[in-house]
């Protein structure tokens, strides 16, 4: 029981700066944009359709998170409160994704 409250306690004490956060989550999120739109650019170009556009996706996300989590050296909660603020928002992501995927295809496979 003193092992739980005293990680309750630890939590409670720690202090995080805003503005840092802050950064370190709009730099999370261009990475993300930037790797969408060339994941979608890669898509379209090679004409893949149905689910290996998708896979390709999947793939470039697993990577980009490699990448994250190793220039983090594995330790992510210096850099954000909890895990959530690592790992949400791959749908505005897989969205942009989508977008180039069709544009590129059509330019390039259509026209």
Same mark, same amino acid.
């Given at each position: ?41 890669? +898509?379209?170009?090679?004409? =893949?359709?149905? %689910? ?7 793939? @470039?996300?697993?990577?980009?998170? $490699?990448?994250?989590?190793?220039? +983090?050296?594995?330790?992510? =909660?210096?850099? %954000? ?7 949400? @928002?791959?749908?505005?992501?897989? $969205? ?16």
């Amino acid at each position: 029981m003193s092992e739980k409250s005293s990680k309750t306690e630890k939590k409670n004490d720690e202090c995080y700066n805003t503005a840092a956060i802050t950064n370190n989550v709009e730099a999370l999120e261009f990475g993300r944009t930037c790797q969408s739109c060339a994941a979608g650019m890669a +898509a379209g170009i090679l004409g =893949l359709t149905g %689910f290996q556009g998708f896979i390709l996706y999947f793939i @470039s996300v697993a990577i980009q998170a $490699l990448i994250w989590n190793v220039k +983090a050296q594995g330790n992510w =909660l210096s850099y %954000f409160p909890e895990r959530n603020s690592f790992t949400w @928002s791959h749908g505005n992501g897989l $969205l942009t994704f989508v977008l180039l995927w069709v544009f590129f295809y059509g330019m390039v496979h259509v026209y």
